[in-house]
């Protein structure tokens, strides 16, 4: 069933971001990636709304958030996202991450480490060393989408991320309307800046520098933090294939992972009660053993 969320907005740098904002209680930070918005989370969060206060943003350029003129590269996202958890005044809080929501969500998480209570992730993002340790489907892809004599034809004119890479990455048959919803925010070719940027700047063979330092350090803090953390993977998986999923189940510190089943990319498609279900019962654990505020 399909759960739609109400929106507020708030002012950063002069441009609305949208974000949903239900429940009370200890702060869960829910953050997406490409080419998506807060509409992802659409039917996990009434699961966790019960226990938590859920924060749900569009990230900037996405969803019903303004698209003011930037670049749209990875430390823009960031600026606006930092700027956006200090506007809401968040403290300890929890993020949930799925895809870029990762990298922005684990780069402010280890900036911020005395703020963070706890970190979920799904199909999230880490330094590639070379092309040949990814996914060969999702290589080729991103080769395509990183091809400077194509790839904005193909992403910006064609709009293949939405028309093509969604469905492919979820299991299911995903109704019109909530294709749709991915669709409306980007029914401009002028309007797609912001998904043909983050493809551009993957942490892939050291590339784009800055993006890649920035995942090197977030990873290794990853892989050495006490934070509480909740891991889901899905078979075959796409940024995290199923042998990857095996390496983070026995590296990753104080985590407990669950296994999805059958999923590609956009697992919150496939698996949102599932997801949701988890993620209010890791709370409520969270909440009896840190005494999470």
């Given at each position: 069933m399909m759960h739609?969320?109400?929106?507020?907005?708030?002012?950063?740098?002069g441009s609305q971001m949208a974000y949903v904002d239900e429940g009370s209680g200890p702060a869960v930070l829910f953050l997406h990636g490409n080419p998506?918005?807060?509409y992802l989370w659409r039917?996990?969060?009434?699961?966790?709304?019960?226990?938590?206060?859920?924060?749900?943003?569009?990230?900037?350029g996405f969803g019903d958030s303004d698209k003011p003129d930037l670049a749209y590269r990875v430390p823009d996202q960031a600026r606006y996202l930092d700027q956006f958890i200090e506007i809401l005044g968040l403290g300890d809080v929890v993020l949930v991450l799925h895809d870029w929501g990762s990298a922005l969500g684990l780069d402010w998480a280890r900036r911020h480490p005395r703020r963070i209570r706890g970190l979920a992730l799904m199909e999230f993002i880490c330094p590639q060393p070379t092309w040949l340790d990814m996914n060969p489907v999702v290589a080729q892809h991103f080769?395509?989408?990183?091809?400077?004599?194509?790839?904005?034809?193909?992403?910006i004119d064609e709009n293949a991320f939405i028309e093509r890479i969604v469905p492919e990455n979820i299991v299911r048959q995903l109704p019109p309307e909530d294709l749709d919803a991915y669709r409306r925010p980007f029914l401009d070719p002028a309007s797609r800046e912001p998904i043909w940027r983050f493809p551009n700047d993957?942490?892939?063979?050291?590339?784009?520098?800055?993006?890649?330092?920035?995942?090197?350090?977030?990873?290794d803090w990853l892989l050495e933090t006490e934070v509480p953390k909740l891991f889901f993977w899905a078979d075959p998986g796409a940024l995290i294939p199923v042998e990857r999923a095996a390496y983070y189940q026995t590296r990753l510190k104080a985590c407990h992972s669950v296994a999805l089943g059958e999923g590609i990319h956009y697992v919150q498609e496939d698996h949102p009660d599932l997801i949701g279900r988890e993620i209010a019962g890791w709370l409520t654990n969270l909440h009896s053993s840190a005494e999470l505020r």
């Open positions: 739609q969320r109400p929106m507020k907005k708030l002012e950063v740098f998506m918005s807060s039917n996990v969060i009434p699961h966790v709304a019960p226990h938590a206060r859920c924060i749900a943003p569009d990230l900037i080769q395509e989408f990183r091809d400077p004599a194509g790839s904005r034809k193909l992403l993957l942490p892939i063979a050291g590339e784009p520098v800055d993006v890649y330092t920035m995942a090197v350090a977030y990873h």
